[in-house]
């Protein structure tokens, strides 16, 4: 027993380091707090590659709660409770989203890119759960189809007629069956994007254009 004490100690002792770092990663991540930069600019001198995960993760996960709160809402589908309120939705997600797959197509790194890889599917799966539920489109399509009694203006129309039919599109309106088909083309695509892009970009990177002789 007194053999197993350093032992039990020193695991002790790496798990409290362990979840005292992630505290710190979540606590100094710049996505998690306001900018507080002019015009709300990304302060990409403090964001690193550690910041990115814990914030698509929490990102997904508040958009989830948001969705449901609106699809658990007993009123009637309205313009207002539905389509503005999913507009509102995923900021968070959104925000992440468009520092992370920006520098990822102008300043990538092999760090960058494992993130890109073990994020895209996660992504496509969350989607697919807000796109392909059964009790969203329901609620969506009770707004488009009332849309006469709702007085919307030119762009409230637009609005809603992209939203309804871009999920009809991407399978909303599918059976069963075919939704989970179509989950599991999604996840696949989803890997294969990543490593199409990551490929070409290597292939980029490692063209040479060799001149031996004098013109």
Do not use: W
Request: glycine share 4%.
């Amino acid at each position: 027993m007194k053999k197993l004490l350093p032992l039990i100690l020193i695991a002790f002792i790496f798990m409290i380091s362990c979840n005292d770092q992630g505290t710190d990663v979540n606590e100094s991540n710049p996505f998690f707090t306001s900018y507080n930069t002019p015009f709300d600019v990304p302060p990409f001198d403090k964001i690193t590659v550690e910041h990115f995960m814990p914030a698509f993760e929490r990102g997904m996960a508040e958009e989830k709660e948001e969705v449901e709160k609106i699809l658990s809402n007993p009123d009637e589908p309205t313009f207002e409770n539905t389509i503005v309120a999913m507009d509102q939705t995923g900021l968070l997600l959104a925000r992440v989203s468009s520092v992370f797959f920006g520098l990822s197509s102008a300043n990538t790194s092999a760090a960058l890119q494992q993130v890109q890889m073990d994020v895209s599917p996660k992504l496509a799966a969350h989607g697919d759960e807000i796109n392909l539920d059964p009790r969203l489109f329901e609620k969506i399509k009770v707004v488009y189809s009332n849309r006469d009694k709702f007085n919307l203006t030119d762009e409230e129309e637009f609005i809603l007629e992209n939203t309804y039919l871009g999920l009809v599109r991407n399978g909303a309106d599918l059976d069963p069956e075919k939704k989970e088909k179509l989950k599991e083309m999604n996840q696949e695509l989803s890997v294969l994007r990543v490593k199409i892009t990551q490929n070409v970009l290597a292939e980029t990177n490692s063209y040479k254009l060799v001149i031996s002789e004098k013109e």
